[in-house]
């Protein structure tokens, strides 16, 4: 089942939950998610949140009776906010972070409707992602080629990875099913680290050459297989790895259609990707 909405002037967007999330060229937005029909019928309820080029932060919700609404209007950024992300857990999926070219990481409440902590960066931040199953670490990558994990706690970075060669990182990704592995692309090359204390010296595990020089986009880790993940160029190119055998990824092509997203079932073995006013699946087995 799929919603949509068409919002011109936005950049960046997060959806509630579980929900996989594919947005089109022309600002289309598609929430797919097996489960939707069901949970809809009972919560009557959906609910995502979009960033715009007024560097405002916008909360939408509906029920099932109800046309979609703004519901919050976020501010506190003061420059493009360039990725979002909801808490992964019920009791704290009122609160949303963002990271922007600003260089802050941020983190709003919904239910006070209120900026509830910032963090400064070293440069701007590119990409945002909650640890999987806890609401107290967030990861965020810097455009300066640092990938840190934060404790919302401690109020500081738990651990940072740096880019091998100095590189800036575009997009990164938890692995779901075994969140001590991370995932991330620049520019060229994807990277796979394993965070576990026996990797703790060396934890780049797995790296190559992605899209071609200059052209990869976004990482996207399989919800339900810890070995497989995606990767997009910024052209029409999806691609598919699997840890056990990357000299041989499924390529697939949007014929001429750039890539504009890319997206998880939660519980299956599909991708979504977008281009242009398409929708793409992909399966892997």
């Known amino acids: 089942m799929a919603a949509n909405a068409s919002f011109s002037a936005d950049t960046s967007f997060a959806a509630s ?3 996989a999330v594919a947005r089109g060229a ?9 489960d939707a029909a069901a949970r809809m019928a009972s919560d009557a309820h959906l609910a995502f949140c979009m960033a715009g080029d ?15 609404n703004v519901r919050v209007v976020l501010d506190g950024h003061e420059s ?9 857990l019920a009791d704290a999926g009122d609160t949303i972070a963002s990271t922007s070219d600003d260089a802050s990481v ?10 509830l902590r910032s963090f400064a960066l070293d440069s701007a931040g590119k990409d945002v992602v909650f640890h999987p199953s806890s609401p107290f670490q967030l990861m965020v990558a810097e455009a300066a080629g640092l990938v840190s994990v934060l404790d919302l706690r401690m109020g500081a970075a738990a651990y940072s990875l740096l880019h091998p060669d100095g590189g800036s990182f575009r997009s990164v990704d938890w692995c779901g099913p ?4 991370i995932g991330g692309l620049d520019a060229d090359a994807y990277f796979v680290w394993d965070i576990r204390a ?7 595990v797995h790296t190559g050459p992605a899209h071609g020089l200059g052209s990869a986009g976004r990482f996207a880790w399989s919800h339900v297989d810890d070995a497989v993940f995606a990767t997009s160029s910024l052209t029409d190119t999806v691609k598919i790895w699997n840890c056990a055998k990357l000299d041989a990824p499924a390529v697939h092509s949007q014929a001429g259609a750039r890539v504009s997203s890319l ?11 977008t281009g242009d006013d398409k929708l793409y699946c992909w399966l892997t087995y």
Not at 80 to 88: C, G, I, K
Not at 263 to 273: C, R
């Open 17 to 19: 939950r579980s929900a």
């Open 26 to 34: 022309d600002g289309t937005v598609a929430i797919e998610d097996e």
């Open 54 to 68: 007024d560097h405002t932060i916008r909360y939408y919700a509906s029920d099932v009776l109800e046309s979609l």
């Open 80 to 88: 493009y906010v360039n990725s979002l992300a909801f808490s992964p």
């Open 106 to 115: 941020k983190l709003f409440s919904l239910e006070t409707q209120g900026l």
């Open 178 to 181: 075994s969140p001590s592995r």
């Open 198 to 204: 026996g990797y703790a010296l060396s934890p780049l």
């Open 263 to 273: 997206s998880w079932s939660g519980s299956s073995a599909a991708l979504v990707s």
